[in-house]
């Protein structure tokens, strides 16, 4: 008898699960499409050059590595400021936003999510139907309760916005909702400039707390494009929540970039929530680490470095556009009788597909292909020489 005894075996992360499942599968022509990572043509995950001559400047200039500051490097959490809000803007300049270097995304999320149930234990949190993996978790881990408001729509192939806005309508005051700035995950699908508009008059009007999560600004239609979203929000004279990761956007995964911005009504506020948001972080980790929120201030911060940075996002950008529309004229070509073009429609790293949990059974035992059961696939990881693969492997399943 152990203090262990009874602990029960979790579950396996789905993802990770079939990651594992990847790695054993002996297929030689096997293909990956079930995580969410960007590889480039080759297949490679890519090693940014911004990032690389960041580091080499880094290197030729060593620095020890002292604690940073709970809330992380003040070049860092401004660089994320002007990226999310513009570096001009009304809510940067006038000190009201609350910025705090995180653990990725996830940290920010989580951070976040902590400070939220202090602030009110008992609301509701509502999440996409059907949103990225973590966020129910997470959210109920920080303690709140979690719902789905309606968002994907099987039949129609696209965001069923009426019932959307009919969800969020009908969410108590002081819910919180999280939505997905931009390319949503997992199914590719955004609503568009003009139901932004209602749901941040929605937001307004039932005075529900927005925490817009933000994985992937850059990898839709552009940086400025992707963080257009923000500023409806700001128009509307809302307070709210934003998540920001780069693991995509840098293909810096592994080094645990993100951050958590609060936008208060004036600076006053702003001081009192980032001595508060300190807490969580204290009380969690005590403060972040250091090499990859120096790496990302040091490109952001550095005009020649940042002009790179851009141009190489609108490559990824652009690969996965490519790929898409290959995917598409592939799998007509290899005999797919069903229109599969819109794909072209979703945006960012993820497809829909539209394929059954038998379809996708059949797709990684059969022909190695693996994406999850949901239908949902990783454009990021198709190239060139697997594409014609994919194409045939998912004609013969559907
Ligand atoms: N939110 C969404 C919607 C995501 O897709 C992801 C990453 N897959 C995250 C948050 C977390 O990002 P990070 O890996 O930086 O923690």
Avoid at 109 to 130: M, Q, W
Wanted: with cysteine; proline share 4%.
């Amino acid at each position: 008898m152990s203090l262990f005894s009874a602990v029960e075996m979790a579950p396996r992360d789905p993802i990770l699960g079939l990651n594992e499942q990847f790695a054993a599968d002996p297929n030689p022509n096997k293909v990956n499409l079930g995580v969410g990572v960007y590889f480039d043509d080759d297949g490679k995950l890519p090693l940014l050059e911004c990032v690389q001559q960041a580091e080499k400047a880094m290197m030729e200039k060593p620095s020890a590595r002292g604690y940073l500051p709970i809330d992380g490097i003040a070049a860092y959490d401004n660089a994320v400021k002007g990226l999310v809000f513009g570096s001009a803007s009304e809510p940067v300049v006038s000190g009201r936003v609350a910025t705090v270097q995180a653990l990725g995304g996830t940290g920010g999320l989580k951070i976040g999510a902590d400070f939220l149930k202090r602030l009110s234990p008992g609301a509701k949190v509502l999440i996409s139907d059907p949103s990225w993996e973590n966020h129910r978790a997470l959210f109920t881990n920080a303690g709140f309760h979690v719902e789905t408001y309606a968002y994907y729509d099987a039949d129609r192939r696209g965001v069923n916005f009426d019932a959307m806005l009919a969800s969020l309508n009908a969410a108590p005051v002081g819910t919180i909702v999280v939505l997905h700035a931009c390319c949503h995950n997992p199914t590719g699908y955004d609503i568009t400039s003009a139901q932004w508009d209602q749901v941040v008059a929605v937001v307004k009007t039932r005075g529900l707390t927005a925490f817009l999560d933000m994985a992937y600004q850059g990898f839709g239609h552009g940086i400025q494009e992707d963080g257009a979203v923000i500023q409806k929000f700001v128009a509307a004279g809302l307070t709210f929540f934003v998540s920001t990761s780069f693991s995509k956007s840098f293909s810096l995964y592994g080094e645990r970039v993100g951050a958590l911005s609060v936008l208060c009504q004036d600076k006053d506020e702003a001081a009192r929530v980032l001595s508060q948001l300190k807490i969580m972080i204290r009380t969690n980790y005590s403060n972040p680490p250091t090499h990859g929120g120096a790496v990302v201030a040091a490109v952001l911060n550095t005009p020649q470095l940042r002009a790179l940075w851009e141009q190489e996002l609108a490559g990824m950008r652009a690969r996965i556009k490519v790929m898409r529309q290959k995917l598409v004229d592939g799998l007509k070509a290899a005999g797919v009788q069903q229109d599969m073009s819109f794909m072209t429609q979703q945006i960012g790293m993820f497809s829909y597909s539209g394929l059954s949990k038998d379809q996708m059974v059949r797709l990684r035992n059969e022909f190695g292909v693996y994406g999850t059961d949901t239908g949902r696939i990783c454009v990021a990881a198709l190239n060139s020489k697997n594409i014609d693969y994919v194409c045939q492997a998912i004609a013969k399943v559907v």
